[in-house]
């Protein structure tokens, strides 16, 4: 279950495109402690469109992501349980994007050089942060979590939204190079 005030770190897993996540910051401490991951982050290379978070004893996902195409922006649907939420560019050509997350809280996903950060639109509450790695060859970088008195659901939304970024960001990169 993704925890509303928790730090992961997601590992690159070769030859595919897809995640491990572990908890903590250090995949150094984990690997001594012999952790297995806490989740699988997969990023379907085949429909280019669908994501899914994979906790590790379920088979069936904790929260997915769809791409909704001729929406004339770029927009997600992300899912968890009975609960969806939407997630969609702030206007035309940016890369900023914001979601409303189960509890009616509009929030805004913005990348800022190499991170990420997640935050609340009505206060500016920073709600999540993404770090990427500089120098790590399989450490793709660190998620923080930070979203005080947030029920898990909408931590889950919170979380898919920083896949998604991390998702469109190496899609926009693989484009350009």
């Given amino acids: 279950m993704i925890s509303a005030q928790e730090i992961y ?9 897809s995640y491990e996540v572990y908890k903590g910051s250090s995949l150094k401490m984990a ?3 012999s952790e297995k991951p ?7 290379p085949l429909s280019k469109k669908n994501m ?8 069936t996902p904790a929260v997915y992501a769809r791409r909704q195409r001729f929406t004339g922006k770029s927009r997600y649907e992300m899912a968890t349980g009975e ?31 190499r991170s ?43 979380f898919m939204a920083v896949v998604i ?3 469109s960001d190496k899609r926009r990169k693989s484009n350009i190079g």
Wanted: glycine residues 6%.
């Fill in 31 to 33: 690997r001594s402690r």
């Fill in 38 to 44: 806490l989740m699988e982050v997969n990023l379907s």
């Fill in 116 to 158: 990420f950060v997640v935050s609340d639109t009505k206060t500016g509450e920073t709600l999540a942060t993404f770090g990427k790695s500089v120098w790590s060859l399989r450490k793709h970088g660190v998620l923080r979590m930070c979203a005080i008195e947030r029920d898990n659901t909408s931590a889950t939304f919170i």
């Fill in 9 to 17: 770190t997601f590992k690159k897993k070769m030859l595919c495109s």
């Fill in 165 to 167: 970024l991390i998702r």
């Fill in 52 to 59: 899914a978070v994979f906790e590790q004893s379920q088979k």
């Fill in 83 to 113: 609960k969806t939420a939407q997630l969609e560019r702030e206007n035309f050509g940016s890369k900023n994007r914001v979601f409303s997350l189960p509890d009616g809280t509009r929030c805004k996903a913005i990348q800022r050089g």
